[in-house]
């Protein structure tokens, strides 16, 4: 089970958390939680650090071990009261710290990928006292260094994902502030459904394309150790929950839809570059430097121009590095070789998912149909096998996706 | 170097302790800072396990292992704060936690002992990089569980003797909120000094005997591994800063006074037992239930009473365990056999603290005369080598201190 910053805010929430805990307990299930700092506190720390670290010395880079060891202690803080509360209602509890398992980590202090997970100290105490774990999540120990490390923002469904492979727990349960994943954003469509179940690949496309519901790593892990993960909401009477909404293997569903959702992200920015010389070799050119700032280029599209000799290339980069990456482009002008520059960061990715489209032609070629009956410009257009992203102006948003919602029977209940 | 919460209270004064530490390493010094949490924090973590642990279940009593988990984690925020202001000012730093050198402390949760420091990667990380260590003081780790330890409220002055003892440092300074030791509390006798040397016994006395400048565990630790420990003020210019007190062996202090300082200390609670039985036995059956409640007994005067058969017997008690004495020596009334019992909690404990009384009789008989003169009732009386105490009513506190402030010579600058 694993409870993000809003479900453990102060005490009364954390108390409810007990609840649904208990109710696991009840139904002979061996339990390990995982937390997150309470709601707003790592923000404190975070800016705290930035605060220490902002001068005119180093400027905006700071150590990051000494980042992960200030932030780390907002997760210490919940797992103790916690484990406190649930000891106050009679029941077996101990934290643990991310150093005290271990959880290790790679080196990459701020954004660390956990490298393994000793489990057997849980399991034993299980075994021996039914003592549930309550494991800080976010953190763990880069073991060559013994330094704390942590896993990034929204790394603690991560945690909860790898605890639950390292425990081979029958599932895992991540509550949240949503109560399950859902056809498209509700507040954009007050049709949209909450989903009984979607496929893991399904739901690594809408993490990865805006839905914010889980961590993409978390959905990863799952995915890659068959974790039947269910997203609920842990704003739910403990005794009376919903059921949220099952993230499991493609077979598990028995009645696939051709599309299960629509996910869709501002984050995007495009930049065109005109006229660049069609020859080997100016991909790498316009692609190399970008990939040098770590900067993420994601939709690529590349077309002859008008005057049949050259091409324009257009993609996409994340809206925060838009500016970056222009300065770097205007600077590489000479080597690339291009005429013009263009870019606009007004620019939504609306993205339809779904295992279904293996199977059926023509999925996308409907929608493209339909956002033009809607007077809908697609800037840019990308395919995998499960799902298809336009690349339309910010303004369309709701309209593209509330067409494209109806268009594939989502509206329906 | 060890710097308290006031100190460290937010970015800004823990920039004016990077301030100190500079100045400290620019005079060729190597440093370890040892860190408390930012003030508030610990009491706001407090009040989070307690909220946490009420409850009908376990009442007041609550797993002190959760407790220092939680708590523990003010201090792991300072030092990554500190550690990264240093860095930023171009000074090498990193943060140690308790768990990390370790501080290996015994299983007395909440209020533990530190039983050993292994200073050996401090040592090593000045000699190799001149890096600065900044520790979490008030926490450690207690070694067969693995489980965080903290050592209780005052305990970073501890932490930061303890540590100077195990790195073999030349002198310990403990930055607090005041200049250093007063011959009194100056918000008392304005015309209180403050001392340049006191003796380490002197100093165990006063924070015995209610001066709150340092935590009396710190002062034994200082005098058995013979640490010359400053108390200075974090408030001072850290380019200009003022002397302090230096607490020192008998021996280093030149001009020895007849009386060093006046300590009192309000926490105190008197019990009178009218005609006890004069027989063997009866102190152990007044004292023995109070020892197993964890109450310490402190001034104890037997007198004969009335009657010329049986003894009363008067006794001093913390404050805060004043009535539940009170309840223990009604229930035991019987075993004791007492005609009646009396208490008065608006006392105080006034006590003449000076090494040169070894040399000097009279000293105490002085203090009597003038209290008397000023109409100074005095309800008790104790004496030890080094220093006297009377309790006397709390009302005539200001009184009784300046009375003997003057008498001593202390007003004199």
Redesign the interface.
């Known amino acids: 089970m694993k409870f993000g910053g809003t479900s453990v805010a102060n ?1 009364e929430r ?1 108390r409810n958390v007990a609840g649904h805990v208990r109710r696991e307990v009840d139904a002979g299930h061996e339990i390990a939680v995982v937390v997150s700092a309470m709601s707003g506190k790592t923000n404190e ?1 975070v800016s ?2 930035k ?5 005119t ?2 400027g905006p880079v ?2 990051q ?3 992960d ?2 932030v ?3 997760e ?2 919940t ?7 649930l ?4 029941l077996a509890a ?2 643990w ?1 991310g ?2 398992l271990p959880v290790s980590t790679d080196g990459a202090h701020g954004a660390a990928r956990i490298a393994a997970i000793d489990g057997s100290a849980i399991v034993k105490a299980f075994e021996e006292r039914r003592e549930i774990a309550v494991v800080s999540g976010f953190q763990g120990i880069e073991p060559l260094t ?3 490390s942590t896993l990034g923002r929204g790394g603690s469904d991560t945690s909860a994902v790898a605890l639950a492979a390292a425990i081979r727990a029958d599932r895992c349960d991540i509550y949240t502030d949503v109560d399950g994943v859902y056809t498209t954003d509700p507040r954009v469509v007050p049709k949209a459904r909450r989903l009984d179940r979607i496929a893991f690949e399904e739901m690594l496309e809408m993490a990865s394309l805006g839905a914010k519901v889980l961590q993409v790593r978390s959905v990863e892990l799952a995915m890659n150790h068959k974790i039947k993960t269910y997203v609920r909401s842990s704003f739910d009477d403990p005794a009376n929950p919903k059921p949220g909404t099952l993230i499991c293997d493609e077979e598990d569903i028995v009645e696939q839809e051709m599309v299960t959702g629509i996910a869709f992200s501002k984050d995007e920015a495009q930049i065109t570059l005109r006229r660049v010389a069609d020859k080997p070799g100016v991909a790498a050119a316009i692609f190399t430097p970008l990939a040098d700032a770590n900067i993420n280029v994601d939709m690529i599209i590349q077309v002859v121009s008008d005057d049949q000799l050259t091409t324009d290339i257009t993609f996409t980069v994340p809206a925060g590095e838009y500016e970056r990456a222009m300065v770097i482009l205007e600077k590489a002008r000479d080597t690339i070789g291009y005429a013009r520059i263009a870019g606009a960061d007004d620019v939504v990715k609306v993205s339809v998912v779904g295992v279904g489209m293996r199977s059926h032609a023509g999925v996308a070629a409907s929608a493209f149909r339909a956002l033009a009956q809607r007077g809908i410009n697609i800037r840019a257009i990308t395919t995998s096998e499960i799902k298809f992203s336009v690349l339309i102006d910010a303004a369309y948003t709701e309209l593209a996706v509330r067409t494209l919602h109806s268009l594939y029977g989502l509206d329906k209940s």
């Open positions: 005490i954390i720390l705290w650090v605060e220490a670290a902002c001068g010395r180093n700071y150590d071990r000494e980042y060891t200030v780390a202690s907002g210490q803080v797992s103790g009261l916690l484990a406190l509360v000891q106050n209602e009679g101990r934290s710290q150093w005290q013994g330094r704390i």
